[in-house]
């Protein structure tokens, strides 16, 4: 009896073609998720610069004081930055009761730096949130439209490079700066 010759792949030859597709998978979600991060981090960037200026504005309207307080934070071992919107009541710098969704604090992506200079004065330390205490804005927009002036620092921490400068002067405008250059500059 002659035998028939069937026609078909080897398990060799689908588990090589398998574990080619799986690393061809992996190098292309590594290269989505990295360009991720780049936006999701410019997104809460420019969140940071427009609600500052929607402060300056909103303190004006209310006739009421808000801050803006820079943390660190631990998670799952790795120190991130966050930033919260304080309004001044009698009782003391709390979370807005307006403008929730507006107000809502944001978490940096672990591996960026956030460097704080007011006035001039040198980079001021964050420090560790607690949570047993209320810590004071270190960046506030008075009723009466001025503000702390100073620059916020974005930062790569691998290698200290500058992502982001957010400008603010003693009128309550701010720049958002790539790189911490002015592009009309160039």
Do not use: C
């Amino acid at each position: 009896m002659p035998r028939l010759h069937q026609a078909g792949f080897s398990l060799l030859e689908m588990l090589v073609t398998l574990i080619v597709i799986v690393l061809i998978t992996s190098l292309v979600s590594l290269a989505i998720n990295s360009g991720g991060q780049e936006i999701e981090l410019e997104a809460k960037v420019r969140n940071l610069g427009e609600v500052a200026a929607y402060a300056v504005d909103e303190a004006q309207l209310m006739g009421r004081d808000y801050g803006l307080l820079l943390q660190q934070e631990v998670v799952e071992r790795d120190t991130v930055y966050s930033y919260q919107w304080r309004e001044r009541l009698p009782e003391g710098w709390r979370a807005p009761t307006t403008g929730k969704d507006v107000f809502a604090g944001q978490t940096l992506p672990p591996g960026i730096e956030l460097e704080l200079e007011l006035e001039g004065a040198p980079v001021i330390d964050l420090g560790l949130a607690g949570a047993e205490e209320e810590l004071p804005p270190q960046v506030v927009f008075y009723s009466s439209g001025e503000t702390t002036a100073g620059a916020i620092d974005v930062r790569r921490r691998a290698d200290g490079e500058l992502l982001w400068r957010l400008d603010g002067d003693l009128l309550g405008r701010f720049r958002l700066l790539p790189r911490g250059e002015d592009p009309e500059l160039e």
